[in-house]
């Protein structure tokens, strides 16, 4: 099975080439954390003793959270999560978090920031698996 932590090229060009001129962007996070965090190549980062995936993912949080406002990003929803009511009993997920982004743009800001790029080490020592899904707005569903 396969883990998600990183983007991959071909789907930044493919995210930026599809949601670039529709507005402001949702993000879909789905996050599991590992059981103790792993901060292996992290040292400037490191805590000074072990703590969980879930605890260096507040940590990223913490360090991530004026990043996002300062962009006029926000965070509209953190919740638990575990299995779902439908889909597979082989998937469960910790946590679920939606992100407004005001654009692609302001993303982007966002995600190549020097002051977000110092943190981001917590985001991948502590998670085991995750999903992003950028969404935009349907505005004529009826």
């Given at each position: 099975?396969?883990?998600?932590?990183?983007?991959?090229?071909?789907?930044?060009?493919?995210?930026?080439?599809?949601?670039?001129?529709n507005?402001?962007?949702?993000?879909?996070?789905?996050?599991?954390?590992?059981v103790?965090a792993d901060?292996?190549?992290?040292?400037e980062?490191?805590?000074?003793?072990?703590?969980?995936?879930?605890?260096?993912?507040?940590?990223?949080?913490?360090?991530?959270?004026?990043?996002?406002?300062?962009?006029?990003?926000?965070?509209?929803?953190?919740?638990?999560?575990?299995?779902?009511?439908?889909?597979?009993?082989?998937?469960?997920?910790?946590?679920?978090?939606?992100?407004?982004?005001?654009?692609?743009?302001?993303?982007?800001?966002?995600?190549?920031?020097?002051?977000?790029?110092?943190?981001?080490?917590?985001?991948?020592?502590?998670?085991?698996?995750?999903?992003?899904?950028?969404?935009?707005?349907?505005?004529?569903?009826a």
């Amino acid at each position: 099975m396969s883990k998600y932590i990183d983007v991959s090229p071909e789907a930044g060009k493919e995210f930026y080439q599809n949601f670039h001129n529709n507005g402001r962007v949702v993000m879909l996070n789905l996050l599991k954390f590992k059981v103790i965090a792993d901060y292996t190549d992290l040292e400037e980062i490191k805590p000074s003793k072990e703590i969980s995936g879930e605890v260096a993912y507040q940590l990223y949080m913490e360090s991530t959270l004026s990043e996002l406002e300062r962009v006029g990003s926000r965070i509209i929803y953190f919740g638990k999560s575990k299995g779902f009511l439908i889909g597979p009993d082989s998937e469960t997920w910790d946590a679920v978090i939606l992100i407004e982004h005001e654009s692609v743009s302001k993303f982007m800001e966002f995600a190549q920031n020097k002051e977000y790029l110092k943190n981001v080490g917590h985001r991948t020592a502590a998670l085991e698996d995750s999903r992003l899904l950028p969404t935009s707005e349907i505005k004529n569903y009826a």
